[in-house]
């Protein structure tokens, strides 16, 4: 059989072919190996077919007239019309909707507010988007919470010496952290105030 299909100088791996194809066989025709009923294994020959074999009269071809295709109902139609509306609509409003808005800035402004000589540190905005709430420490002048605005900055100093600010809600309450630098005292303290209040 090789030798019929491929010439003496094709190199083919013949063996794992003929398997793979006899599996395939055995599959389709919903065969098994251990207990076959029409393509049995024989040993260090190969394959051979078992099922009984009957010759059958050849007879004229009766040729089967298709179907003639379904017809949708108007209401299937109508229906399959008004999805297809609605979703082009869907699609051209998102569209609409997509380019039409506007774009967000992209060009950083940066703004000075702070104008001593000094160590800002953890700085954050207020929940009105606008103001800033800083600690400071200008010149020998102990570390303050301070609150200014981008607009105009002149800053306030809430009155918490010795502070560090640690979190700011959207409702505008505060954390506050206190930290004693004395030599061998490292004990913080966290209170809560209101910015408003």
């Known amino acids: 059989m090789q030798g019929h299909l491929w010439p003496g100088d094709t190199q ?4 794992s072919g003929l398997n793979t194809a006899a599996k395939r066989l055995r599959a389709a025709l919903s065969d098994s190996a251990d207990e076959p009923r029409y393509v049995q294994t024989v040993a260090r020959a190969g394959y051979r077919f078992i099922a009984p074999i009957a010759q059958v009269e050849a007879s004229e071809p009766q ?14 139609l109508r229906a399959s019309a008004v999805a297809l509306v609605l979703t082009a609509v869907a699609c051209i409003s998102a569209l609409v909707f997509f380019v039409s808005r506007p774009r967000a800035t992209t060009d950083a402004r940066f703004t000075q507010i702070t104008f001593d000589r000094g160590q800002v540190s953890s700085a954050r905005f207020a929940p009105d988007g606008r103001s800033v709430l800083y600690t400071a420490q200008w010149g020998q002048n102990p570390r303050t919470l ?15 010496p010795e502070s ?11 954390v506050v952290l206190f930290i004693s630098i004395a030599i061998f005292d490292f004990n913080p303290k966290v209170r809560n105030a209101t910015l408003f209040g």
């Open 146 to 160: 301070f609150l200014t605005n981008t607009i105009s900055p002149e800053s306030r100093a809430l009155g918490f």
């Open 63 to 76: 040729f089967i007239r298709a179907a003639p295709a379904l017809k949708k109902a108007p209401i299937q």
């Open 164 to 174: 560090d600010l640690a979190s700011v809600s959207h409702r505008g309450e505060l």
């Open 12 to 15: 083919v791996d013949f063996e």
